[in-house]
């Protein structure tokens, strides 16, 4: 992926209620749960990681297994293999701050925030004040998954956090899967990031068609 042009890495830790993702991501979830993949498992594979690839790498996961794991030591193991940043999007913003910043902070994290079209300006601007790397963009009130193309109510939602004139970069993310929508999301923001189609190209092509998804979309 980085070969290829890729800028950074969002890396899925595997957990059995998925909330935010759509049926592709569950099922690569419960098919990597069978194999045996776990948190100490990941961290195991991922040990050599910074050896052979130097872009941002991001676990995006929940908080049940950075809980069962330990918070201190789920940071400290991400600080030891060269993770930079973590997505857990049903960890609260005020839970965060509260009570695991200082942690995330101790060990070079970045924690991003996901924001919707249903997010209060309030609320978007407390988690502009929490970030530190970039915002979660969700394009829609829905989870995970491939779609055709964006409508007016995303169109809206886009120009309106531009004019919000954030500190933090945002990145939009849910039902990014081809050239139009990666075109559609870039004019306001500053990348995208694609999960599901991605899945599905992996799956059908393998490794070997990295390359050729990445110059179909960009």
């Not at 676990?59 to 030591?73: A, S, T």
């Not at 101790?106 to 925030?113: C, E, M, P, R, S």
């Not at 189609?197 to 992996?202: C, E, P, R, V, Y």
């Amino acid at each position: 992926m980085e070969k290829n042009g890729v800028d950074l890495i969002e890396i899925g830790l595997p957990f059995s209620d998925p909330l935010a993702d759509g049926p592709t991501i569950q099922e690569s979830s419960t098919a990597a749960l069978k194999n045996g993949m776990n948190t100490a498992l990941l961290f195991e594979q991922l040990k050599d990681i910074r050896k052979s690839v130097s872009i941002p790498l991001i676990l995006m996961g929940y908080f049940n297994p950075v809980l069962q794991y330990g918070v201190e030591e789920f940071c400290a193991k991400c600080e030891q293999v060269g993770i930079d940043g973590l997505i857990l999007p049903d960890l609260p913003l005020d839970v965060y701050t509260k009570e695991y910043e200082a942690i995330f902070k101790k060990h070079g994290l970045i924690n991003v925030f996901l924001i919707t079209p249903q997010t209060s300006d309030e609320r978007i601007q407390a988690i502009d004040d929490a970030s530190e790397g970039f915002i979660y963009m969700v394009s829609s009130a829905s989870t995970t998954g491939a779609k055709q193309g964006f409508g007016s109510e995303q169109s809206d939602y886009f120009e309106r956090i531009v004019n919000m004139q954030l500190k933090n970069p945002q990145i939009v993310g849910f039902g990014i899967s081809n050239a139009e929508t990666f075109e559609q999301a870039t004019q306001k923001a500053k990348g995208a990031i694609i999960g599901s189609a991605f899945i599905k190209h992996l799956t059908a092509n393998g490794v070997e068609g990295i390359g050729d998804f990445v110059k179909q979309i960009r």
